[in-house]
């Protein structure tokens, strides 16, 4: 059994008939349009690892990544939050929604100010004026951005853009945070500025990271585990460092070696 | 040509002095569209936004029903209304016909097609996109839809300018269920279609000169909204 799929026996709930404690577990989570995009059987995230989603293009990683967003709704399949099954709709799940956020692979910012950009999540959750401030110039701060807090978000490079929308995405302390393909359209000063950024974050907040990345050198310097995605299908799940020196399957091998055509 | 100029003369005394029956019709006229534009902003706002983020392929053929009736000819406006207040009609026992209230009726069937298509087509630019970065970021349904709506409010903004250019321009339809009554149903247009056959040039040309003036106001207006870009709201 592949090693990052955890079943750790834990008290059996009525929330949680399965009795998996994993931070987020996935089950038989399947999803079509045309024809089937994405068909995951089992697969468990542990709290505070950084976790890389591999695989070509078209393998079904946003995909994926959207539906433990509860952006997209799957045809089959139960997502398990900190061993509870989210529910298909009402408050409950608007709360563990909250608890987590995607940063797009070409974030989108709301047409206004930085400083308001950054403060959208907190404004949702109802913190206090005070707390937004002192939030919002620790963040513009930290991202290497103090300057610009009422500059436009629509004045902004591609680069700053990316950091504003990691730390909209952060300001609010989320249990869980989604990349997508965070530095897929940047310059490589960018991409090292974000890289560092997010093990940064790694280091300061107690926070799980799923990164979708096509590139397998990020996925290395960046994740503790890797789940190589192909056709829809979990192939392999493990280590980072050990999937990357003795994958176990034959695709897996393909793709980290560059023979995979993507 | 001098008989022109006397009229613009003339026109530029009824402005300057504040005619009284002028007034009225200027007011009414803007009475009318304002509660029309009005009426069809609060319908076609959440209906467009609604429309606006489905997918283009389960509303193509509402969008085919709104892009007709986008240009719908105010006559046929004018005479579907006019079927329907009349006494022989299907709501004929309101007693609607030649009132101001089916002046609005009308151009409300007018302005709400407008109202509801640009602002389908603004929100389709990238409202998916924002409300999904709205959920994402913990907004619930009612949030996310009111920032889509923030998001787009300079189309938005284009779908209410453009409509109520539409309807206070428009002649046909009022001129069928309002009737044109002095003091009544009399609106600019209306009145510039009589005074013209009257021979009251200069009413005319003052009505029109009015009317050209807010039409101008409308579009620098609009235009300016368009080019910048760049509206605090």
Known sequence: ?262 | MPRLLEGILEAFTLIIRLDPELIKIVFLSLRVSGAAIIISTLLGFPLGTWLGLKPEKKTALVNKVIYTLMGLPPVVAGLVIYMLLSRMGLLGVLGLLYTPVAMIIAQVTLALPIVTGLTMVGVRSRGKEVEETARSLGAGPLLSAWTVVRESRISLLGAVVTGFGRVIAEVGAVMMVGGNIEGHTRVMTTAIVLETRKGNFEYAIGLGLILLSLSFVINAFLYRVQRGGEVHL
């Open chain 1, 1 to 262: 059994m592949p090693s990052s799929i955890v079943f750790r026996g834990g008290e059996k709930s009525i929330y949680n008939p399965a009795g998996n404690t994993a931070f987020l577990d996935l089950k038989n989570i399947v999803k079509s349009y045309d024809r089937e995009v994405l068909n995951v059987r089992t697969l468990a995230f542990e709290r505070g690892k950084i976790y890389g989603i591999i695989g070509p293009s078209g393998a079904g990683k946003t995909t994926l990544l959207r539906i433990i967003n509860l952006l997209t709704e799957p045809d089959r399949g139960t997502i398990y939050f900190e061993g509870r099954p989210i529910p298909p709709n009402g408050p409950a799940r608007l709360a563990l929604q909250r608890q987590m956020t995607l940063v797009f692979q070409k974030p989108l910012l709301f047409s206004t100010t930085v400083r308001e950009n950054i403060a959208y999540g907190l404004r949702t959750r109802g913190y206090s004026r005070e707390e937004i401030k002192k939030r919002v110039s620790a963040l513009l701060e930290q991202i290497g951005l103090p300057h610009m807090k009422e500059r436009h978000a629509g004045t902004l490079s591609g680069g700053e853009a990316q950091r504003v929308a990691l730390a909209r995405a952060v300001a609010f302390k989320p249990k869980l945070l989604l990349l997508d393909e965070p530095t897929a359209n940047l310059d490589p000063a960018n991409v090292e500025l974000m890289e560092k950024m997010i093990l940064q974050l790694k280091q300061t907040m107690e926070v799980t990271i799923i990164i979708v990345t096509h590139n397998i050198f990020q996925a290395r310097r960046l994740t503790d585990e890797a789940v190589f995605l192909y056709d829809g299908q979990v192939v392999e799940t493990g280590e980072t460092s050990k999937m990357f020196t003795s994958p176990r399957d034959e695709r897996t091998q393909a793709f980290i070696e560059g023979r995979m055509i993507y």
